[in-house]
């Protein structure tokens, strides 16, 4: 059975490793760990957040704010 040590540990690597950033999804199952998603080789100059812009997110920033107390600064 997989502890939630052993999910920290893939976590505190990954992080140590310094290879990926923020929004990178990392799958941890026995015997298996694998980066299924990394926003950072998404967001090139021909990526499609890239070509298309940005969406505003101040809107949700506004909720989130609220709803949290205190400004969001992701």
Not at 38 to 49: C, I, K, P, R, T
Request: net charge negative; hydrophobic share 40%.
């Amino acid at each position: 059975m997989l502890k939630p040590g052993d999910i920290a540990e893939a976590m505190v690597r990954l992080i140590e490793e310094g290879k990926y950033g923020g929004g990178t999804i990392l799958s941890k199952a026995i015997g298996v760990e694998e980066v299924v998603f990394d926003l950072e080789s998404q967001m090139g100059a021909n990526s499609a957040v890239a070509q298309t812009g940005a969406p505003d997110m101040s809107h949700i920033r506004g909720i989130m704010n609220n709803e949290r107390g205190k400004p969001w600064k992701g």
